[in-house]
């Protein structure tokens, strides 16, 4: 079979238009319809694109402003966990002694504004006691015998925070084991 060549396409055509008019202005018109068409639905898709974009971009700008402080966070864990390690460090005999009871309260007052500051910023203690391990917000460090359930927290190493639905640091914590 013999290939038509572009010049005899468009010879034919060219008749054929020629002989009925009203057919070619019709594949004419059927033609426009089709690419009408066609770039309706790029543009369509060119703003449902765009809309997307726009989705996550202010996604990503408020997950920005949500969690900007994520890392000075966990930088001062470590300062909050000293405060309350030094609070804890107090004999009770000296927190009601005259000498101390000024560096006592100043202690236990920067303690409350630490907590305050944490609230104020969505961050949040971890409670673990208790409650049965979960690897998302726990790191188990030992397992300790216990009459305690298996898996369950027994002890409490280091305190563990969210900021906001994410976990800043997780909670180190002794898992009860079975007594055998």
Known sequence: MEDISTTDAKALRDE????SPELAEHDRAARLEGELAEAR????????????????AEKEAADARTYAAT???????SVADNLTRA???IPEELRGDDKFKGLVIGLDATGREVESVFQRHGITKISALGEGLDPNRHQAMLEVPSDAAPGTIVQEMQTGYMI?????????????????
């Open 41 to 56: 639905q790029a543009v369509l898709y060119a703003q449902a694109e765009v809309q997307n974009v726009r989705r996550r």
């Open 71 to 77: 890392a000075f966070a966990r930088d001062i864990l």
């Open 16 to 19: 054929t238009a020629h002989a």
């Open 87 to 89: 609070l804890q460090a």
């Open 164 to 180: 906001r639905d994410r976990l800043l640091r997780p909670a180190m914590v002794g898992v009860a084991r079975s007594l055998d």
